[in-house]
């Protein structure tokens, strides 16, 4: 099942050798039927299929039209020899589910396959139990230390609007824990605020993109561009654009993570995560295997050690979930651009922050990037068509008890940390997602106290502007 990355130093017996060169015929078959058959077709049929075939159900899996769930902790083998050359990674195998499932692998290839559409090369994929595990996995191996018994300073650059998971993890478990230096990017959608943070020391740029709750953006291209002339990777959280608005490795990126918990998950069923990279990432480790696959590499060594493993229940759930992406991605947009349209002529709504909206400062360069996947070939558009998610945030006429005052009132939209979710979920981050960072650390994130993030769900337009609308005014009469 799984890839194998060979150790150096193995004794091959005869009985190994010949499950290897079972297996290379396998692995050989797979390549070409993904670069023959699944490269070529359009996003929604490699949502719905990934690398799960007809033949592989038939063979392996009793017909099973899904693909099942594989409750098992480990992999029995027919013998030594076969047991040996599957330890060694000499052999696909899933071994043990920490490392490697069945099901986690059809989660894997398809994760890989819609964050790599459109990329002409090959894209590979890390599970993980959650976002903030994705995000884990794809920092760590860039902090090592590079020369033994040398204590080294080590930075990396990044925005200060990103989620509050996130900002928590460089803020106190790598800056203040292990003393690794988070260079703060104020502006990204200015290169030189990047570029004038990077020295000899830097490990890795990372960005989110669009960011949670904020909205920012910068340009993913030229943030890449900037960071391979330094030799250093790009890695961007494409949690809240998803495959089917943005695919940043197509634009450059060399690591994307995703919290699948999200809308990928639509459902709300539990946690998921991923990380997605590209072949021959940019990066001045000096390590051949890093760079080559890193997911693979990350997959088979460094995760098998840390852990942050997703369940095979989950992994199967959230790819249910993924099947139809696309078109909820598009319809969950469109009935945000209502609602935004409506907030920002609200009188008792200061600000409305949604990247659709032409007024917002960062609309065009937000236009440059984010698109419905596939809209050319879609008989209702036939064209390019723009579309921006379904978070945004606004800011409410009055202070923060005012803006609590409004949130109390919501009758059909849930209050819960969550978003990208099939049901409408709002929050105040201020007290809740961005509360730990404290009032500096929203002020650089761009987060005021009377701001509400609202993720539109797949509710009619009407019934959850009328919530918002009731709200807005009966808090006003208290
Ligand atoms: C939620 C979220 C995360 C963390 O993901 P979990 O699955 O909750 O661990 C990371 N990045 C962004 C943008 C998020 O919204």
Redesign the pocket.
Known sequence: MAESTPPDQIHITPGMQAYIDRNNEYLARRDRYIHDVVKKWRFDTIAVHGLYSVEDAIEDYQGAIIEPVFMSSSQAYRDSDEMAAALAYLIPTWCYSRIANPSTYYYEWAMALLEGYGYPGETSCCSTS????A?MTAVQPFLVHTHQHVREDRNFVAPAA??G??FQQFKVRLMEERGIEWRIVENPENIDDWASKIDKNTRFLYG?LPS?PSMSFFDIQAVADLAHSHNLPLIC?N??ATPALLRPIQHGADIVVQ????TLTTSGFG???AIISRRNITSNIDSEDLKKDFAIYVKYLPNRDHGPNLHPMQAILTLNDMRTLRSKVDMLSRSSMTVARFLEQHPRVESVQYLGLPNHPLHDLASKYMWLVDAEHDEQYGKPVNRYGHLMSFCVKGDHQATRNVFDNFKRIWRATD?GRIKSVATIPAISTHQQQGEEGRKLAHIPDNLIRLCVGAEHPDDIMADLDQALYAASTH
């Open positions: 959650s976002g903030m595990a995000i990103c989620y998971g996130t989110e949670n959280d949690t809240v919290s699948a918990t999200k946690m998921a995560g978003l």
